[in-house]
T-cell receptor, first 114, second 110 residues
Framework: EPEVTQTPSHQVTQMGQEVILRCVPI?????FYWYRQILGQKVEFLVS????????KSEIFDDQFSVERPDGSNFTLKIRSTKLEDSAMYFC????????????FGQGTRLTVV | RKEVEQDPGPFNVPEGATVAFNCTYS??????FFWYRQDCRKEPKLLMS???SGNEDGRFTAQLNRASQYISLLIRDSKLSDSATYLC???????????FGKGTSLLVTP
């Protein structure tokens, strides 16, 4: 069964450092997303990406965040200067079509900022 | 007002029981509705989409009431493996973002 894969599974970084989280979406999907989940809280939308550009972003997705699809398979989330409050589980997701089609999630990257 | 609200539970039920979860959403323009399941420290996994006419998948039945902005999930004949957090999910205005409820915790006991 096709799946979304994310690397690394766990990343520990020092405050102020840059991190890049990587994702390989399902191959024939067109829409890509990043979500985050702070421990004990709900899953929150960060950004969606379609046709090589951001289609929507939340208030959380400020100038410290950026996304990129550097080649035909990878989709990355960069946090430029990490803060303690960026510690969370980051989930990548993809879907085939907008809206009505279900999004499938990767297993997540647990980011710990120390 | 929270966009998607759920009773956090926990719901503790014996094996074989029937359990129902409810969810309300605030955005009347929402078009897509889902139930996801999340195991501890794992990713959300799609359980089922929810359609206006109601839909069933084995032991699971989902209902949508657009007028009341209310979604439900019924689990019949609960199994130990059903123990998880059940997330009510609704798409937003643009259709891109999914809005998640905080989830309802279910523990099925022997």
């Amino acid at each position: 069964e096709p799946e979304v894969t994310q690397t690394p599974s766990h990343q520990v970084t020092q405050m102020g450092q840059e991190v890049i989280l990587r994702c390989v979406p399902i191959s024939n999907h067109l829409y890509f997303y990043w979500y985050r989940q702070i421990l004990g809280q709900k899953v929150e939308f960060l950004v969606s990406f379609y046709n090589n550009e951001i289609s929507e972003k939340s208030e959380i997705f400020d100038d410290q965040f950026s996304v990129e699809r550097p080649d035909g398979s990878n989709f990355t989330l960069k946090i430029r200067s990490t803060k303690l409050e960026d510690s969370a589980m980051y989930f990548c997701a993809s879907s085939g079509l907008l809206g009505d089609t279900e999004a499938f999630f990767g297993q997540g990257t647990r980011l710990t900022v120390v | 007002r929270k966009e998607v609200e759920q009773d956090p539970g926990p719901f503790n039920v014996p094996e074989g029981a029937t359990v129902a979860f409810n969810c309300t959403y605030s955005n009347s323009a929402s078009q897509s509705f889902f139930w996801y399941r999340q195991d501890c420290r794992k990713e959300p996994k799609l359980l089922m989409s929810v359609y206006s006419s109601g839909n069933e998948d084995g032991r699971f039945t989902a209902q949508l009431n657009r007028a009341s902005q209310y979604i439900s999930l019924l689990i019949r004949d609960s199994k130990l493996s059903d123990s998880a957090t059940y997330l009510c999910v609704v798409n937003g205005n643009s259709g891109y973002a999914l809005n998640f409820g905080k989830g309802t915790s279910l523990l099925v006991t022997p």
